[in-house]
């Protein structure tokens, strides 16, 4: 089974990306219907000493787990359960920890996964899996390449936010083989030119062979000229940043790239959110927004919303008892038939009718209770 965590980027022209960055179809996750579902979540680490920290947060949370579990059933109920899931956390190796790591085990599933992300480490066992840091994660990160580009070679780096996830190998760094032929013609500018084109567009096909599986967006580090330059031959230019990292030196820890890079993303998806934000505030003027809760669970479900607003670190438990979505307080969120973030509901029923969701910080939708929507009509 597969998770597809999916990261979304628009572009200025108002193109959606969708990025696949996990292994595992979250909408197959989230319907899985299954007595003693167990979903562990915790926060790990990326490097020596402190992810051997994470070996033994995550023995305490199995151990947890199997507490409860005998707490409700015989043992002879679970023990399959018990030990499906101790081989699942013994398989896990920590050297390779991102921010965060979930596991999902029921009769049927052992699987894991590992999000650049930080969130609230707790066992959860019910008839279906945990899903909201998985659809938090999907939309709060924003999930890139940096494309590190001179004269002389190509590297490829993914990133998360200002994190370095990893930088590709073979076969980057790419080196330009035909730079010794450019330099033996250091008078003929044309064929310096179309030597240069062939290299972009060499970097470009291996670039785009490299996404094939992860499409992420692309910024590019480079110099103006360099930047225009590969633009111009570039086979997919709607998934490449409308702007570019300028750096003079092509050198460097990725660490240093990434951190430089989020400057520049970070800046413009506030611009993006700005953006959104405006249409946000004609749709009130048009009198096509809605921000009662269940006004909106019900337009959704006759597809009338295009657009969810949310404000970031919004959640809230909840049950649907006759059409009508009742909140319930937080410390009952485990509760039978409770489902765990109500927002995180609706932004799944919604884009299974073709609608987007847009995140925005803490405040920026006070007046509107944190929530809010565009309709179509």
Request: net charge negative; no cysteine; hydrophobic share 40%.
């Amino acid at each position: 089974m597969y998770i597809h965590q999916i990261s979304v980027f628009i572009n200025k022209n108002g193109k959606k990306i969708n990025s696949k960055i996990v292994n595992i179809e979250l909408k197959e996750l989230k319907k899985i219907i299954s007595e003693n579902s167990i979903t562990i979540i915790l926060n790990t680490h990326r490097t020596l000493p402190d992810n051997q920290k994470d070996v033994i947060l995550l023995k305490n949370l199995v151990k947890e787990a199997e507490s409860r579990l005998l707490a409700d059933f015989a043992k002879r109920e679970v023990q399959k359960l018990i030990d499906k899931l101790n081989r699942l956390a013994d398989s896990i190796d920590h050297r390779q920890n991102l921010e965060s790591l979930i596991l999902f085990v029921n009769q049927d599933i052992a699987e894991f996964i590992r999000l650049p992300i930080p969130v609230e480490d707790r066992v959860v066992i019910d008839n279906t899996f945990a899903t909201r840091d998985l659809i938090r994660g999907m939309h709060n990160q924003v999930n890139y390449y940096v494309l590190e580009l001179s004269r002389d070679e190509a590297r490829l780096i993914e990133a998360s936010n200002d994190k370095v996830i990893k930088e590709l190998g073979f076969p980057f760094p790419f080196k330009n083989e035909f730079a010794q032929i450019a330099q033996s013609h250091p008078s003929n500018a044309t064929r310096r030119q179309n030597l240069m084109a062939e290299f972009f567009n060499q970097v470009d096909k291996i670039v785009n062979e490299a996404r094939k599986d992860n499409p992420l967006p692309v910024l590019i580090s480079s110099e103006q000229e360099n930047y225009s330059a590969y633009l111009k031959i570039a086979d997919q230019p709607h998934t490449i940043f409308d702007t570019f990292l300028s750096r003079n030196k092509h050198t460097g820890q990725d660490h240093a790239i990434v951190s430089d890079a989020w400057q520049i993303v970070r800046e413009y998806n506030i611009n993006i959110n700005n953006e959104r934000k405006a249409e946000l505030q004609k749709a009130v003027s048009l009198n096509k927004f809605v921000s009662d809760t269940n006004d909106i669970y019900r337009a959704i479900k006759e597809g009338r919303i295009q657009t969810l607003f949310v404000e970031q670190g919004l959640f809230q438990p909840a049950i649907i008892q006759n059409e009508q979505i009742i909140y319930v307080p937080d410390d009952q969120r485990e509760g039978l038939g409770v489902i765990d973030d109500i927002y995180d509901e609706l932004i799944e029923m919604n884009m299974d009718f073709g609608g987007d969701v847009v995140f925005l910080p803490k405040g920026e939708l006070a007046k509107f209770n944190g929530f809010g929507a565009i309709t179509r009509y």
